[in-house]
C-alpha cells in the first residue's frame, strides 16, 4: 500500500473539514482510501489529469465545486489542495 502525503496546510484543511462538513470529510475518506488501494488514475469522484502549469496532478469531485488535487508515484500520494475550486489557498 502506497503512503499518504498531506503537503503543505492540507493536514489542517483535512482536519477543519472532519469538524465542519461530516459528509464531504466521509466522501474524502472514501476517495483516499480507493487510491491508496488502487489505481489513483481510475475511480470515484471523476478523476482526470490536470494540464499547462499543473501536468503531472491530477484533480477528483468531492462535491459540484470542490475538489481534492493530487499527484502520485510508486510510493506514495501526495495532497495538495482540498476544497473549493476557484480558491486561492
Not at 499518504?4 to 465542519?20: A, C, D, I, N, S
Not at 466522501?27 to 501536468?55: A, F, W, Y
Request: one cysteine or more; hydrophobic letters at 30%.
Amino acid at each position: 500500500m502506497k503512503s499518504l502525503v498531506f503537503e503543505g496546510k492540507t493536514w489542517e484543511v483535512y482536519e477543519t473539514l472532519r469538524q465542519q462538513d461530516k459528509e464531504q470529510h466521509k466522501q474524502l475518506c472514501k476517495i483516499i482510501k480507493e487510491m491508496m488501494r488502487n489505481d489513483p488514475r481510475v475511480g470515484i469522484g471523476k478523476p482526470e489529469p490536470l494540464k499547462h502549469s499543473l501536468t503531472g496532478y491530477w484533480s477528483r469531485h468531492l462535491s459540484k465545486k470542490d475538489r481534492v488535487i493530487y499527484r502520485f508515484d510508486d510510493e506514495a500520494i501526495y495532497i495538495f489542495a482540498i476544497g473549493g475550486h476557484y480558491d486561492d489557498e
